[in-house]
């Protein structure tokens, strides 16, 4: 019937009609029935706008290893602890593919302003903010800067800056005087091509480096709150690298698979007095299935949902 060009639901009448036990089946098998014919001949797509807890949850019922099993609970109270509210400057270390990045700017609401670090050159990948749909005021919003940036002195990162941009023009003029001199038509060819694209104007992406005046800012302000998410990291680590660079009273909140790797750097916080009010928070999170006269829970569901270390930091002098 599918090849001649039959409608699901016609095919769906068609099973019901050439099955000999439809009619002695309850009512509520037969809706049952419907309901599974209809998955499989005539499936139903629903559009809606992307959210931080839809994409968290598709992700952890198909990919959950690509964000570190974060379930769309533990996110949630991940934002709540770390207080992400508008007008904050974020800090974030996300290893979870851009989950985290996304959430905290879809609370922001275009304000305030995200800062994603990481250790070495070459930035995490956070691909999964692209399937929010940001305008570009919010893409404006979320930047990255390297752990080597924002510990360094201002005088040493000008003195990197100004190595870093001798070296460019020295390969700029290397690379400008070993290209052949082009002939007048081929200049005539790039000049018609060139120069319209040369006045559209590209839009902002998420992820930009973060610029000089906003390294500057958080340098001497400290940044609102501190959102770690990196499951393949020594929490401890990043912990007491990071934790300078919030202001004084501001909290933070550590999200791990596991639990020892938050006890150990809760453990070492409190020896250090770089924070109180610390505490180890477990998710619990219960789906029911409601439907008249069948309410009751889900008979799948996940049973853990990870650990989350949060506490505000206080002068340790």
Known sequence: MRRQGAKGDEIIEALIANSATFEKKTAFSQEKYRI???????????????????????????????????????????????????????????????????????????????????????????????????????????????????????????????????????????????????????????????????????APKAGEKASEEALKSWKENGFSSLIIAAPDADAWNLVKVLLPLISYSAPFAIYHQYLQPLATCMHNLQQSKMAIGMQISEPWLREYQVLPSRTRPSMQMSSFGGYILSGTKICSS
Do not use: W
Not at 76 to 100: C, K, T, W
């Open 36 to 202: 599974k014919k209809q998955k499989k001949y005539a499936p139903r797509v629903l559009l809606r706008r992307p959210s931080a807890r839809s994409i968290c949850e598709a992700y952890f019922k198909k990919y959950p290893n690509r964000i570190g099993f974060l379930r769309v609970d533990a996110l949630s109270l991940l934002l709540s602890l770390a207080n992400v509210s508008a007008n904050s400057d974020i800090l974030l270390v996300d290893m979870v593919g851009g989950l985290l990045t996304g959430a905290v700017a879809e609370r922001l609401g275009g304000t305030g302003c995200v800062c994603n670090t990481y250790l070495g050159s070459t930035p995490s990948p956070v691909e999964i903010v692209r399937t929010f749909n940001f305008n570009n005021e919010i893409c404006k919003r979320i930047v990255r800067a390297p752990l080597h940036d924002l510990c360094s002195d201002q005088t040493g990162t000008k003195k990197i800056d100004s190595c870093n941009a001798e070296l460019n023009v020295q390969i700029s003029t290397i690379s400008i005087e070993e290209m052949p001199l082009p002939s007048k038509h081929e200049a005539a060819d790039s000049q018609t091509i060139v120069s319209p694209q040369s006045k559209m104007g590209k």
